[in-house]
């Protein structure tokens, strides 16, 4: 490999890669919350919400994500909203994300088991009140490792970004590649850096499953 790419072009990676983390951050916390709504769409006592929460999933998870960016890209400017790069593929990667989160954390909610709902309704608590402090924080406990690797996946799928000028990592070796004509070596450098935030996010995700395993 010519390292040389990657120190005259440092500050493009560098670059790159804070806006990686700030899509993939923000992407993380918005599609957590999104997910979490959405199944709990799916489960609710009211038909139109079950259905809105089931159409959403089976749509979204089987499409492209990168359809969904295209449309938020391009797609909208028909309608005269025009989205920069980053924000688009950010709004991509939560609507996309919060897919799989919702059927984690509904398979979880479901593993809970019924008598708690029945007791803490038959002890005064409304429906939302026992979703909120007995159901939910038993759900969100037991998904946390399957969260975890919709959490990696999604930092792996911010590359997306790079097809619509959302100026992360993919984007900036695109220029690097143009400007230099080595169309191997830019990659690899990114590939690197992309290891540097799934890794720790792996082993933090084991870590937790260990701690889960234990507490059980």
């Given at each position: 490999?010519?390292?040389?790419?990657?120190?005259?072009?440092?500050?493009?990676?560098?670059?790159?890669?804070?806006?990686?983390?700030?899509?993939?951050l923000?992407?993380?916390?918005?599609?957590?919350?999104?997910?979490?709504?959405?199944s709990?769409?799916r489960?609710?006592?009211?038909?139109?919400?079950?259905?809105?929460?089931?159409?959403?999933?089976e749509?979204?998870?089987?499409?492209?994500?990168?359809?969904?960016?295209?449309?938020?890209?391009?797609?909208?400017?028909?309608?005269?909203?025009?989205?920069?790069?980053?924000?688009?593929?950010?709004?991509a990667?939560?609507?996309?994300?919060?897919a799989?989160?919702?059927?984690?954390?509904?398979?979880?909610?479901?593993?809970?088991?019924?008598?708690?709902?029945?007791?803490?309704?038959?002890?005064g608590?409304?429906?939302?009140?026992?979703m909120?402090?007995?159901?939910?924080?038993?759900?969100?406990?037991?998904?946390?490792?399957p969260?975890?690797?919709?959490?990696i996946?999604?930092?792996?799928?911010s590359?997306?970004?790079?097809?619509?000028?959302?100026?992360?990592?993919?984007?900036?070796?695109?220029?690097?590649?143009?400007?230099?004509?080595?169309?191997?070596?830019?990659?690899?450098?990114?590939?690197?850096?992309?290891?540097?935030?799934?890794?720790?996010?792996?082993?933090?995700?084991?870590?937790?499953?260990?701690?889960?395993?234990?507490?059980?």
């Open positions: 490999m010519n390292f040389s790419i990657l120190t005259d072009n440092l500050d493009l990676y560098l670059l790159g890669f804070k806006y990686t983390i700030i899509a993939s923000i992407a993380l916390i918005c599609s957590f919350f999104l997910g979490v709504l959405i709990l769409m489960i609710a006592p009211f038909k139109p919400l079950n259905w809105f929460g089931t159409i959403y999933v749509f979204v998870r089987n499409i492209p994500v990168l359809i969904i960016a295209f449309i938020f890209y391009h797609g909208l400017t028909s309608i005269g909203i025009n989205l920069d790069g980053l924000t688009a593929g950010t709004i990667l939560t609507i996309y994300t919060a799989f989160i919702a059927e984690a954390v509904r398979a979880g909610i479901m593993s809970v088991p019924k008598g708690q709902m029945e007791a803490a309704r038959s002890s608590l409304t429906y939302n009140q026992t909120r402090m007995i159901i939910l924080p038993q759900a969100i406990k037991i998904v946390i490792p969260l975890g690797n919709q959490f996946n999604l930092v792996k799928n590359s997306i970004l790079g097809i619509i000028a959302g100026l992360d990592l993919m984007y900036q070796a695109d220029i690097i590649s143009s400007r230099t004509f080595v169309t191997f070596d830019p990659y690899i450098f990114v590939a690197c850096f992309y290891l540097i935030l799934t890794i720790p996010l792996s082993l933090g995700v084991g870590y937790l499953e260990k701690r889960l395993a234990k507490s059980n």
